[in-house]
């Protein structure tokens, strides 16, 4: 089992920058592949980015993102701490929504996961983008 807890979101300013954090603790062999699944109101969960890798932190680490967040937003680990972060600059009001924290044990090198495909989720931290 993993437990996922997500903290960093806020209210800021198009053009503005956040980062997001998630903590995981648990089984560190279940978070092969973590990631990012955003969901605004009205709207169908997305997935933003996820990395792919190994408990071992020498293993090369394999990143995707969504097309709209490529070039502003970087995911990336802290295998010490086993915390994901993900960077986001150049926020835009199309960005506001809950951003959710998801890991899984199948890697996910090959591609960005399907929201659905993220066996275990944090509980969320809302992100709220003015214009």
């Known amino acids: 089992q993993v437990q996922l807890v997500e903290s960093g979101g806020g209210s800021v300013q198009a053009g503005g920058s956040l980062t997001l954090s998630c903590a995981a603790s648990?089984?560190?062999?279940?978070?092969?592949?973590m990631g990012w699944i955003r969901q605004a109101p009205g709207k169908e969960r997305e997935g933003v980015a996820s990395?792919?890798?190994?408990?071992?932190?020498?293993?090369?680490?394999?990143?995707h993102y969504t097309d709209s967040v490529k070039g502003r937003f970087t995911i990336s680990k802290d295998y010490a701490k086993n915390i994901l972060y993900l960077q986001m600059n150049d926020l835009n009001p199309e960005d506001t929504a809950m951003y959710y924290c998801?890991?899984?044990?199948?890697?996910?090198?090959?591609?960005?996961?399907?929201?659905?495909?993220?066996?275990?989720w944090g509980q969320g931290t809302q992100v709220t983008v003015s214009s």
């Open positions: 648990g089984s560190t062999v279940s978070t092969t592949c």
């Open positions: 998801g890991a899984r044990r199948i890697g996910c090198s090959s591609g960005l996961p399907a929201p659905g495909d993220f066996a275990f």
């Open positions: 990395i792919n890798s190994g408990p071992q932190t020498t293993q090369s680490q394999t990143t």
